[in-house]
């Protein structure tokens, strides 16, 4: 079993830039949920993808998109980069299993650190 | 909406000495409840969760939170405390029943001093 894994590791963009990160879910997940982490803060949730479609989001501007592709994977685009931006971005997956307890517990990547000058 | 409040940005412990950090949460609905432990330049990890049945729960490495509907908190705690045990600690909620939107506290930094 594959744990989630994400791309790159390290990025540095320049403002107004666009960046797209990527992220594959643990084996046999079918739920991705985005985060920004900003230095010394808590993860703030971004939006969730179940079976491709978003499925809630959370206060970000709509330059902050993503995907999810058959096989769970997902990506996650921002749009004319804001030195705000810099943060760690973390995906997590989960199983959503008609509310099936388990399906609430969330497995994270190690995350993407995006750096913008 | 949920929110989630850690008082202690660091708590610096002695190896080997109990140690508790602070969570309080505040929710008009029902939630569950997590701690996530972060490792410098890691992701996340999920630690101990509450769900349902008994409110005290425990993980592999000694940590127990103990879930206080009344007082809407939910502790973790450690008798004794080793320096692997050196981290960011995070307290997380979910809106019971609801789509899986993480709300997180702010963590804690946990020191230990050898």
């Known amino acids: 079993e594959t744990g989630v894994t994400q791309s790159p590791t390290h990025l540095i963009k320049t403002r107004g830039q666009q960046v797209t990160l990527r992220c594959s879910s643990q084996?046999?997940?079918?739920?991705v949920s985005w985060y920004q982490q900003a230095l010394g803060q808590g993860p703030q949730f971004i939006f969730q993808?179940?079976?491709?479609?978003?499925?809630g989001r959370g206060n970000f501007p709509p330059r902050f998109s993503g995907l999810q592709f058959p096989n769970y994977s997902s990506e996650l685009n921002v749009n004319a980069l804001e030195l705000d931006d810099s943060a760690l971005y973390l995906c997590?997956?989960?199983?959503?299993?008609?509310?099936?307890?388990?399906?609430?517990?969330?497995?994270f990547g190690p995350g993407t650190r995006l750096t913008v000058t | 909406a949920q929110s989630v409040t850690q008082l202690d940005s660091q708590v610096p412990v002695f190896e080997e000495a109990p140690v508790e950090l602070r969570c309080n949460y505040s929710?008009?609905?029902?939630?569950?409840l997590f701690w996530y432990v972060q490792y410098p330049n890691q992701g996340l990890q999920l630690l101990l969760k509450?769900?349902?049945?008994?409110?005290l729960v425990e993980s592999i490495n000694g940590f127990e939170a103990e879930f206080n509907k009344s007082q809407t908190s939910f502790h973790l705690r450690k008798p004794s405390v080793h320096i692997s045990d050196t981290a960011e600690y995070f307290c997380?909620?979910?809106?019971?029943?609801?789509?899986?939107?993480?709300?997180f506290g702010t963590g804690t930094k946990l020191q230990v001093i050898p």
């Open positions: 509450y769900l349902s049945g008994s409110t």
């Open positions: 929710s008009s609905v029902s939630v569950y």
């Open positions: 084996s046999g997940h079918n739920t």
């Open positions: 993808y179940y079976r491709e479609e978003e499925n």
């Open positions: 997380a909620v979910i809106k019971a029943g609801g789509y899986q939107k993480v709300t």
């Open positions: 997590a997956s989960s199983l959503a299993a008609g509310g099936a307890l388990s399906s609430y517990e969330q497995y």
